[in-house]
Nanobody, 125 residues
């Protein structure tokens, strides 16, 4: 199994940037496709971005296209989510997740079997 730990969240003003990291341990990260999800209070967890096992394919939900970028370095067992031009509606707890379907770039929460504990992102207006 793989264990995931997110970091990099915080409080930022609208228009600012944050870079989230997801560090993996246990099984090698190259065995998994990875995704970032977010969950705001009172809302369901939603898909944000996904990346295939090699990094060759990515996918973004419409609301973050052009602002967020997902990347990975399997040698470092790390996945990142670069978030630019942040908006108050991006405020949420952000989670990284791993899927054993190595070519997956998109899915619901049920499609990812391993989860980190989350990191909070708060964007002030």
């Amino acid at each position: 199994q793989v264990q995931l730990v997110e970091s990099g969240g915080g409080l930022v003003q609208a228009g600012g940037s944050l870079r989230l990291s997801c560090a993996a341990s246990g099984r090698t990260l190259s065995n998994y496709a990875m995704g970032w999800f977010r969950q705001a209070p009172g809302k369901e967890r939603e898909f944000v971005a996904g990346i295939s096992w090699s990094g060759g394919s990515t996918y973004y939900t419409d609301s973050v296209k052009g602002r967020f970028s997902i990347s990975r370095d399997n040698a470092k067992n790390t996945v990142w989510l670069q978030m630019n031009t942040l908006k108050p509606e991006d405020t949420a707890a952000y989670y990284c997740a791993a899927s054993s379907s190595r070519f997956r770039v998109f899915g619901g929460a049920r499609d990812y079997g391993y989860w980190g504990q989350g990191t909070q992102v708060t964007v002030s207006s």
